[in-house]
């Protein structure tokens, strides 16, 4: 026989921030108590629950459930009745152990119930309330959206490069991926980028879903990035249901910039289509290493000859070169850079193998430390039961609470620190070995049009000075440089700032030079 005077503290809070103004479960289990005291009532147990009632499913009230059913107890004490039910599906099983006497009683500090067929009339009318209240949430909060990207405000999770701001409900700049966003607008504005293109150089250098969000920490998909070049929400303006609002939140890049990018998205999505001008090979790529001046490409007698355009210094001195001798020389820096098979494969192998075993530390370490953090999980939750039961004060309590956040903390912190450093730490180093073999075998096999998109990836500020071609290696290719390859022996103007190896200094007088442009200094 069940024993009428058994309960079941049950108390809910659910994660949902829409619920946040439902008090505390600790402010409900105090009620509760204190009910539970003053009625005389034999609690059993105190159920505690984290998670919403808006669908069936919930694990501590179905375990409830079955408990009651078993005979272990035959009433339950709650705040409020939407505490145990916010779906007619779980309100419907109140109802019915009810009605079938396995369950004698329902008690609450808000609302004072009889178990007859007025008192279950009454409930299950407030059953119905509550279900009503999450029915109707969303059209508020469609509602409130509209309000708020009326006054300029972001309604909704921060897109990535800012942060949500929990003091003014709005958004403001990410002092961490702000930056490399507004770096992605500007190297996609460049045109020589493509979306995969983009994705793997920002992903190098950090960018990733924020924190809170249901990728955090991954690196952005083609889609986000298609996305995210396409929002004026960068620029300071909210699009919301197809309609634009001024936001008041700070812009991260200038709509300058912005249609830039815009016009590069239309112009790679189109077809390719035949140029009025003449294709040339090296059009727009090269400069002079005398005035500055742009290197132009026209045919004579069958031949295309490059030759400085010579808009700054009509008497530029530099000569005619033929195509055919910059595409050798081109090949011969593609060349140079290659290393044999054998080595590069032993290279990537050891990298990858040197990868592998830092990702299956990685993994154990952030194993072990995500364990910690739900050990103080844990033992935050027994510290809020224990200051409940009275066990010690409010201070302490307080002082030993926030001790475990600040170690939880810094748990979390090592923990993206982890991952941040997994992702990145080889990935660089094995895509410059491919590009060396990648060297190779342009040099020997590729089409001019492909030795020189790959000769645009291994050096910058390209000129040309008495028919040599002289550049900046990028990056990692000043290793190559460094080691003896890409040497540039012919005596050239020195490019202050960003000599090359191989190259004199002439000392001229920069200042008196004739089209002198401080930008290229020579």
Same mark, same amino acid.
Request: hydrophobic residues 35%; proline residues 4%.
């Given at each position: ?57 919930? $694990?501590?009230?179905?375990? +409830? ?24 599906? *779980? ?30 009339? +009454?409930?299950? +009318?407030?059953?119905? +309330? ?16 509209? =309000? ?81 070049? =396409? ?8 699009? @919301? ?16 910039? @912005? ?11 189109? $077809?390719?289509?035949? *140029? ?64 044999? *098979? ?29 364990? =910690? ?23 302490? @309590? ?29 990935? $660089? ?58 040497? =540039? ?34």
């Amino acid at each position: 026989m069940m024993n009428p005077a058994k309960f079941f503290i049950y108390c809910r809070k659910s994660t949902d921030d829409k619920d946040r103004q439902i008090r505390s479960i600790e402010d409900q289990l105090a009620e509760a108590r204190e009910l539970a005291a003053k009625q005389k009532l034999d609690v059993v147990d105190v159920l505690l629950e984290k998670q919403s009632a808006k669908r069936p499913g919930r $694990p501590v009230f179905n375990d +409830m459930v079955k408990r009651i059913e078993a005979g272990e107890a035959s009433g339950i004490i709650a705040w409020h009745p939407d505490r145990l039910a916010r779906n007619m599906s *779980d309100g419907g099983r109140i109802i019915d152990l009810l009605d079938f006497g396995t369950l004698a009683d329902v008690r609450f500090p808000t609302f004072d119930f009889k178990n007859n067929s007025q008192g279950k009339l +009454m409930l299950a +009318m407030l059953f119905g +309330m509550s279900k009503y209240y999450v029915d109707n949430l969303s059209e508020n909060i469609r509602r409130g959206q509209r =309000q708020k990207v009326k006054n300029g405000i972001w309604p909704m999770v921060a897109p990535v490069g800012y942060l949500n701001d929990k003091t003014t409900r709005g958004i403001v700049s990410d002092l961490e991926r702000g930056p490399l966003v507004r770096k992605a607008f500007e190297l996609y504005a460049t045109g020589s980028y493509t979306i995969d293109r983009l994705s793997e150089a920002m992903g190098t250098l950090g960018l990733t879903n924020a924190a809170g969000t249901k990728h955090k920490g991954n690196p952005l998909s083609r889609v986000q990035y298609h996305r995210l070049l =396409q929002n004026p929400i960068y620029y300071g303006i909210i699009c @919301y249901g197809g309609e634009h609002y001024e936001g008041k939140h700070e812009p991260l890049i200038s709509k300058s910039l @912005y249609d830039e990018c815009q016009q590069v998205l239309a112009r790679k999505s189109q $077809p390719k289509v035949h *140029d009025i001008f003449k294709s040339y090979l090296y059009r727009g790529l090269f400069r002079c290493g005398e005035c500055g001046c742009f290197i132009t490409t026209e045919t004579q007698k069958g031949h295309n000859y490059l030759r400085c355009t010579k808009r700054v210094k009509k008497d530029c001195s530099q000569p005619y070169v033929r195509e055919e001798r910059i595409a050798e020389q081109i090949t011969g820096v593609l060349a140079s850079a290659a290393i044999p *098979d054998d080595w590069s494969d032993w290279m990537i192998a050891e990298l990858e193998g040197e990868k592998a075993d830092d990702t299956a530390e990685a993994a154990e370490l952030e194993w072990s430390i995500q364990k =910690q953090i739900e050990a103080i999980d844990g033992k935050i939750d027994r510290l809020m039961v224990g200051y409940l039961d009275q066990l010690f004060g409010s201070e302490e @309590y307080k002082e030993k609470k926030n001790q475990l956040l600040t170690e939880k903390q810094q748990l979390k912190e090592k923990l993206a620190v982890i991952g941040k450093n997994r992702a990145t730490r080889f990935e $660089p180093a094995i895509r410059f070995i491919f590009d060396l073999k990648q060297a190779k075998k342009l040099a020997s096999e590729g089409s001019d049009e492909e030795k020189r998109d790959f000769f645009k990836k291994v050096g910058s500020n390209p000129i040309l000075t008495e028919k040599a071609l002289r550049f900046v290696p990028r990056n990692a290719w000043q290793l190559v440089v460094d080691s003896g390859r890409f040497a =540039q022996h012919t005596p050239a103007p020195t490019i202050v700032g960003a000599a090359v190896v191989g190259e004199s200094d002439q000392n001229h007088n920069e200042a008196e030079r004739p089209g002198f442009e401080p930008g290229l200094r020579i």
